[in-house]
């Protein structure tokens, strides 16, 4: 339970991020980005934040926007309303083991959005500043939730679970954004770029480093490979490995095969990451055409944390939670 508190918490931060994010940029000046806008779209979508079924936002910018604001409260799994509630789940399960501000925090978090969308009659009733305003004051609160868990609990295995817990999600949420950017040339164009950064909340740090340059050199040094900053990938695997290193029965002052399985971010060079490839000769010999392929081993790296994210969270729970019973796994999912 507390492995899944941390699961949640991280997932309900990026949710409410995410969708905070996409509000803001659909009433803001670079609506008219392409590239911008299908990434939002697939991330929308990746994440749950809208369903399927729901127009693409290059076809109704208005559907798509009063559909992610509607299913902000939702309880469909993975939506912003789901994760709070999972949130506030586990956190009962392990109720003995937080204090009384940081379960109060909980339960406002998830009280404030469901009371929120239980008065409304239809979606129609909510607008975009309300929405954004109810984001921002669950964001405040899933911050201080953050703060509780990281400065204000003994740090033991369980604790180290929850930890572990929250940099699987991490791990698996930041690579997921690069790639999809990646596939939408979205980092090509300022606002995608920009709103990549703000994703990532890095914006401060990355013009305080390199003014109004938008180079990509320059997001990958800050986003993956900087292990000051806690949201770069780097600094994530660097953290993972160190808490699957420390948890029971692994060997003291050597890394277990478990954080073995989490790329070395000490390998990582910024150089081939950001190196321009030909195609490969197959490809050629089939068209004809030689060309470049950019990020390609970015891609590659990017496939690879996403892969971690997953096998690290199957290793977990076959290793500690193979003999659980099923009431200990309320919201394992």
């Known amino acids: 339970n507390l492995y899944w508190l941390g699961r949640y918490t991280e997932r309900a931060e990026n949710t409410i991020a995410l ?21 939002l779209d697939r991330m929308a979508r990746l994440h749950f934040l809208v369903l399927e079924d729901v127009p693409a936002l ?20 993975a939506s912003v309303g789901y994760n709070l509630y999972a949130v506030k789940q586990a956190g009962a399960s392990v109720r003995e083991r937080l204090s009384f501000e940081h379960w109060h925090l909980i339960e406002r978090a998830h009280d404030e959005l469901t009371r929120t969308f239980t008065k409304l009659e239809g979606p129609a009733e909510y607008g975009t500043l309300d929405a954004l305003d109810l984001l921002k004051t669950v964001g405040r609160h899933m911050a201080a939730i953050t703060g509780a868990q990281t400065d204000r609990m003994t740090r033991d295995d369980g604790w180290r679970l929850l930890s572990i817990g929250r940099h699987v999600e991490r791990l698996g949420f930041l690579a997921s954004s690069l790639s999809a950017g990646l596939e939408t040339e979205s980092l090509a164009s300022d606002a995608g770029f920009e709103a990549m950064v703000a994703l990532f909340d890095s914006s401060i740090s990355f013009h305080a480093q390199f003014q109004q340059s938008r180079e990509m050199l320059a997001l990958v040094d800050l986003l993956v490979l900087n292990r000051d900053n806690p949201r ?26 478990m954080s073995l399985l ?8 910024l150089a081939q990451l950001c190196t321009a490839e030909m195609t490969a ?48 796994q309320s919201v394992g999912a």
Not at 19 to 39: P, V, Y
Not at 58 to 77: K, P, Y
Not at 262 to 269: A, E, K, L, N, T
Request: aromatic content about 6%; charged content about 20%; proline content about 4%.
């Open 19 to 39: 969708a905070r994010l996409t509000l803001e940029c659909l009433n803001g000046e670079d609506q008219t980005d392409a590239r911008l806008m299908n990434w």
């Open 58 to 77: 290059s076809q109704s910018r208005r559907v798509f926007e009063r559909s992610l604001i509607a299913g902000l409260g939702s309880d469909s799994i």
């Open 232 to 257: 770069s990938l780097a600094w994530v695997a660097h953290t993972l490995r160190g808490r699957l290193a420390k948890l029971a029965g692994s060997e003291p002052n050597e890394l277990s095969p």
């Open 262 to 269: 989490v790329p070395d971010p000490s390998q990582w060079d």
């Open 281 to 328: 000769p197959a490809a050629v010999a089939e068209t004809g055409n030689a060309t470049m392929t950019k990020w390609r081993q970015f891609d590659c790296l990017l496939d690879q944390c996403m892969a971690t994210a997953h096998n690290v969270s199957e290793q977990i729970s076959a290793t500690y939670f193979t003999h659980s019973g099923a009431s200990e």
